[in-house]
């Protein structure tokens, strides 16, 4: 089944102990990104990657790293989570940029993350 | 810079009842517009687009949504609702795919009930 999977799915964290959250597309998809989504706030992107070795920043970049070492994974690291970075956060992917602007975005299922 | 609003953070309709939830942007090229739909515990999926063309497009599950230029809106309709229809609907906007500048936008949501 054509996917995009996120783990983990729950996690709870304390300030400033590092964490990584995964993601994973089995679509061969070029384009991947990060948002997160807050109440009345929609979803903002954090970073996208066009393709391997390609990322940059989105609109809220600070205080997360990203890496695209390879095509299928896209995880997003928060070297020191602080309580203003409680979020849900979802992954999406698609076959470029612009094909996902014609056509859609295929979305991971979310992380819930609470930095205590 | 691209902007979405949609007004009512919650829309409650009893069941069989017409539905319309509100989205307005701006933009300073032709926008291309989405709505997408969050049901519970579960990520963002593709309702409905518009690109080019016929200004009344129509989605999944027998929504629709009419692009007016002159009023920069993007309202997203249903003539029936159905209790499957709870959820959370973002309306997003980009400019055209092939622009290197800011993807896409999304509106801060609104939560869609439904009474039986």
């Known amino acids: 089944e054509a996917q995009v999977t996120q783990n983990p799915r729950y996690l709870i964290t304390v300030t400033g102990k590092k964490l990584t959250v995964t993601c994973s597309q089995n679509m061969n998809h070029e384009y991947m990104s990060w948002y997160r989504q807050d109440p009345g706030l929609g979803l903002r992107q954090i970073y996208y990657?066009?393709?391997?070795?390609?990322?940059d920043k989105g609109d809220v970049p600070e205080g997360y790293k990203v890496s695209r070492k390879e095509k299928r994974n896209f995880p997003l690291i928060l070297e020191s989570p602080s309580p203003n970075q409680t979020s849900l956060y979802f992954c999406?992917?698609?076959?470029?940029?612009?094909?996902?602007?014609?056509?859609?975005?295929?979305f991971g299922s979310g992380t819930r993350l609470t930095v205590v | 810079a691209q902007s979405v609003t949609q007004l009512g953070s919650h829309v409650s309709v009893s069941e069989g009842a017409l539905v319309l939830l509100r989205c307005n942007y701006s933009s300073s090229v032709p926008p291309y517009l989405f709505w997408y739909v969050q049901y519970p515990n579960q990520g963002l999926q593709l309702l409905l687009k518009y690109t080019t063309g016929a200004t009344l497009v129509k989605g999944i599950n027998g929504f629709e949504a009419e692009f007016k230029k002159s009023e920069t809106s993007f309202h997203l309709t249903k003539p029936s609702a159905h209790m499957s229809d709870a959820a959370e609907y973002f309306c997003?906007?980009?400019?055209?795919?092939?622009?290197?500048?800011?993807?896409?936008?999304f509106g801060g949501g609104t939560r869609l009930m439904v009474k039986p």
């Open positions: 997003a906007v980009s400019d055209e795919p092939n622009n290197a500048g800011n993807m896409l936008t």
């Open positions: 999406a992917s698609s076959l470029s940029r612009g094909y996902g602007l014609n056509y859609g975005y295929t």
């Open positions: 990657s066009m393709n391997v070795e390609v990322t």
